[in-house]
């Protein structure tokens, strides 16, 4: 029996050597490149150019492309690019596009100098959503490529080398960005835009990584075997939909600007909380967009001018496919358990560098105790996160990672009521880096185990979509919510908010077909 258990936990390690789970730490550094350059990166480079905290987290809605990624899924499922798709395959040519488009948008915000006023403010944020919308493009490929690679039972193992290489290359545009611009000499209080200008440079070029990797890799084997093919008049038509779709969310977003605003001094007067006004009448205005859009997109399907079929494989299958498999009851609390799961985790991150940086900590701190010494501690969690998962089920697994979670979130009280202890930095960020790594491993596990895999980047890219809205809405009112009620307050209902995940996972654990 010894013998047998040890064998067992030696085949766990070595299987990490196999060439589909060394190819996803290439691919995960990567994908973990453009996040921090949205998010911490770029609110210490914005709050060195003199732009306010409130709008500084707001810029975090810049990376909202990650979880609307689902509507253009399909686009990457079904388009081929011309001659990349002939030459490389359907998955490496779209990853070779989007991998373009991230370097193209980081060198264009590396060209914008924020404290030059508000139009340049407004290009950065510009800057930003490419960035975001490039960078959720490719995740899409990956997640796609990560499960039509390999069998069902690598996948943990194949999450935890991605994590790997996501935190790898998020340390590089983490500490790296900071450590870079303080080299070229930009610090709080004595800003250099020429500084961020090299950094954002040099984080550009480190994406040659992941077009590398995606040139070296096989195309995996096409598994969608129920597609059928359309015409390029009918692809060109299907993309031409998804453009329209989008300036109409646009022109319905800026025509509500007026209206919107003076709903929200009225509900001010009301409610008596502004940040809770301002979120409720933008997610109205989100929902409001939505809805013109749904209804132009009917519209012109209805008016054949969009091939239905098309439409339908590409939108409808996908997601009439997952309620089919799991019934309407347990398909919608699964997809309530996604989108609240790392709720408690994403909302506290917006803010945190801000956090680390006003109660009294430098930037090469920062750098060096949150990013670099973070950075193994979630990469010793993703591996023991895959490693348990294989050994004792994903179940397990998530609700253990879940309730660490809240608990070690509690910790940043701890950190706020004492201000700067480098000992109690290190203590925090060693729990909540370790459990952050735990739980993802698992939870991108499960993510994969759901999705079919006749429509993998559309399911999937509903998951993690849903897995990031909502932590993400309510992270961009985060600076508001911080100046309207301190920051030890803000992580208790930040911890808080993970707790309900609990319930929802203990009632799915019940359901037979979760047993994994």
Known sequence: MHN????????SFTSFLRPQVITMLFLGFSAGIPLLLIFSSLSLWLIEAGVQRSTVTYFSWAALGYSFKFLWAPLIDRL?????THLLGRRRAWLLVSQGLIISAIALMAFIDPSKGDDYLTLMAFAAILLGFSSATQDIVIDAYRIESAEESLQA???STYIAGYRIGMLASGAGALILASYFGSDKGSYSYMAWHWTYLSMASFMLVGIITTIIIPEPEQKAAH???HTTAQYIRFLMLFILCIVIFVLTFISLKDPISAAKITLTSILGSAPLSSFIMELLKFITAFISVSLFAYLLVFFNFVEKDLVRESYIAPISDFFKRYG???ALILLLFIGFYRVSDIVLGVISNVFFLEIGFTKLQIASVVKTFGLFMTIAGGFLGGILAVRFGVMKILFLGALLTVITNLLFMLLASTGNNITLLYLVISADNLSAG?????FIAFLSRLTNISFTAVQYAVFSSLMTLMPKLIGGYSGSIVESIGYSNFFLVASLMGVPV???????NKQSQFEL
């Open 438 to 442: 735990l739980a993802s491993a698992a």
């Open 502 to 508: 609990l319930f929802l996972l203990y009632y799915l």
């Open 328 to 330: 309407k009851k347990i």
């Open 227 to 229: 597609l059928t093919e």
């Open 4 to 11: 047998n258990t040890a064998s067992n936990w030696q085949n």
């Open 80 to 84: 081929p690019v011309p001659f990349l």
């Open 157 to 159: 193992l194949m999450s």
